[in-house]
């Protein structure tokens, strides 16, 4: 057990820092939080293609599709090391860790060729359309139709939860081909144009006031098939490829800092037991936010070690998002109390460290549901860790037209 | 980064999970729980003793193993799996870690030899009263060499033969060795919440007391030894609540209820998971902790305070949560489950409770924050 580098690793980590240093600047401070909703999708596409073309986008990835044919160790350093510095939003990640993916995975040739190097150097972005009203959890659950003829297909339904949308110029598009079979046979994976006539992305109006999701409507849009990601009906093997993805990417980044800003919070606020820094229930608290969160950190290098050392990770970074995100919400609304009657103020010109913790209130009730709600991460953690038996299925040997599905 | 057990670590760990399953079986467990006169198990003691675990972390020198901190974790985990009913903690993580930080040449040349061959065994005499260790509540005193006073609870104190004893020789408190086999030493054997380990109240009446380490030290040696027994504590923990977890496992895949499996309801899957977060949240805090031990970081006061955390909370959930999942038969005196709910209540508490660790880490926090 060594928690330093190795020299091989301490040399990539030097390299790393010093193209960064000369091409970012430094965050001024952990404390350092961004108030923008939007991307600067200008300044993220550069971002994108100077590290694309240092090598340093998608490391992992074969240098024919324009990744930097490296391993996951590094990988993972990278992104240790820039998110030290003040780099634009990353809107890239659905795409580059989802999307194109399963098309490299699971697609054709010529769709391999066309769309990894565009995605690598920040070109094109994707988004996946994967969620309806019908089903966030249960996405098996898609009623979106895709109706042939001949080498044409006419998509009609709805979409909804859709990340960056609003910006995407490809979808990656779950359908229903066939609703007269059990529901995870009769679906299909297609790759779409989101500007094309029949796509009609309108803006979800989050409770935090941003709009970072949307709805994706579809009406008469007619696809080739030559768009289709896999075969006619192995469209939930498909997904699976691309959630597998999702679970396969490693965090770099650590989001441990949290604790350090009650720390600096309560240095400056007075409770009527005495400044709040020596409230002892304030302090236990303290203790267990920065224990989750340094446990998420030592977690994610141990499955760094994995990587290292060339075998599987274990499943132990499951649990990262569980904990993460109702550390954001305990803590949001801790620091609120101890800001008392000022803390409904959300305004970063009055409010203590710039808002940070009226921001992290509002974001936090979506990270709790985003990507997996707490109820089915836990479920996950039963089922594919632990080995639970899977929940009572009332819809699985059924034809999917015959399928309640309430409101 | 190199943040896992080494191959060779691996394999002293999955030997020391073979042996303690032969060795340490539940009826060896509940043979020191059954029986009143039984402090420990002298047999597991001596056959543990026999694999040389006592000295891993003791140098080839003074008659160890020498194989470092992060192999006696491993071995710590496995103790900690099989419940083991020995006073190894007390003699290893807490006695010959103080001789090993604050003993001369010849404390640790007379007494290291002897805690490596099991032939002696140890115990960390510091609180007199309820709540938690402080300097104020030391009212034991040596003068002339001798030690007078009352140190209750001590763990494994009926069975050990050599204390180090947190007592006052001037205005300050200082570590001292003592000779528990001298007529001026009284123990009396306490009824416990965990009757699996020992513990008894030690009355000194002028018994010889040789100092540990510098004169007015002695509460900072104390918290500098507390620090490194939490790490191994906390491997001990993770241990036991891995196999808590397991437990629960078991029996929420064979117990049937309404028809079907009790793990195939989400109340039950869904504690279960929270068992496995909390369990890789402790285990990864104890591997920082170990590698902080080994390498001797700076970081150890935070990492060890954060690996106790980490792992009184998570065996205390396991445990707890174990007993709920076996129902009405958890609460039974044949099901196992309360070995555990008695262990992470000796395992929570033995090195000062979590209340005080998460104290003792914020503080640490904001001496950091000063610092940079």
Known sequence: ????????????????????????????????????????????????????????????????????????????????????????????????????????????????????????????????LFSEPSGGSDAAAARTRAIRNGDEWTINGQKVWTSGAHFS???????????????????????????????????????????????????????????????????????????????????????????GRVLKLASDIATLAGPAIKDSGLREKIADWFVQAEGLKYTTYRTMTALSRGQTPGPENSIAKVVSASVMQDMANAALELEDEYGIINDPAYAPLAAAFQTSLMAAPGLRIAGGTDEILRNIIAERVLGLPPDIRLDKDVAFKDIPSGR | MDFDY?????????????????????????????????????????????????????????????LGHIDLAAI????????????????????AEAILLAGSDAQKAAWLPKIAAGEVIGCFATNERAGALTEAQVQARVEGGKLTGVKIPVTDGDAADLAVVLAKDGARASLFLVDLHDAAVARETLQTLDPTRGVAKLTFTGAPAERLGEAGEGLALAEQVLDRAAVLLAFEQVGAADRALEMAKAYALERYAFGRPIGSYQAIKHKLADIYIKNELARSNAYYGAWALESGAAELPIAAAAARVAACEALWFAAKENVQTHGGMGYTWEVDCHLFYRRAQQLGLVAGGAKAWKERLVAQLERRNVAA
């Open chain 1, 169 to 259: 110029d490809f979808g990656l598009l779950l359908t229903r081909t066939d609703p007269d079979v059990p529901k995870h046979k009769g679906m299909t994976m297609f790759w779409i144009d989101m500007r094309a006539p029949g796509v009609e992305v309108r803006p979800i109006h989050q409770m935090s006031g941003a709009s970072n999701f949307n709805e994706v409507y579809f009406t008469d849009l007619k696809i080739n098939d030559a768009q289709r990601v896999g075969e006619v009906g192995e469209g939930w093997k498909v997904a699976m490829v691309t959630l597998m993805n999702e679970r396969l990417s490693v965090g770099g980044g650590g989001s441990g800092s949290g604790h």
């Open chain 2, 76 to 95: 710590a985990e496995e103790l900690g799996r099989a419940l083991a009913p020995i006073p190894f903690a007390s003699t290893v993580y807490f006695v």
């Open chain 1, 1 to 128: 057990m060594d928690f330093n580098d190795t020299p091989e690793e301490a040399a990539y980590r030097a390299e790393v820092r010093a193209w960064l240093e000369a091409n970012a600047p430094r965050k001024a401070g952990a404390a350092e939080i961004s108030h923008d909703d939007e991307v600067n999708m200008d300044a993220a596409r550069a971002w994108q293609r100077r590290k694309a073309e240092a090598g340093y986008a998608c490391i992992t990835w074969p240098k024919a599709w324009g990744g930097g044919g490296g391993k996951a160790w590094q990988s993972v350093i990278f992104g240790q090391e820039e998110s030290k510095f003040a780099t634009p939003g990353n809107p890239f990640t659905i795409g580059l860790g989802m999307c194109v993916p399963t098309i490299l995975t699971v697609g054709n040739e010529a769709d391999k060729e066309r769309f990894a190097r565009p995605a690598v150097l920040g070109e094109e972005i994707w988004c996946q």
């Open chain 2, 6 to 66: 080494t191959d060779d670590q691996k394999f002293l760990k999955g030997e020391a999970r073979r042996f303690l399953e032969g060795h340490c079986g539940v009826a060896v467990v509940r043979g020191v729980l059954n029986d009143p006169a039984k402090s420990y198990d002298e047999a597991l003691w001596k056959a543990v003793a026999g694999q040389g675990w006592l000295g891993a972390a003791i140098p080839e020198a003074h008659g160890g193993l020498g």
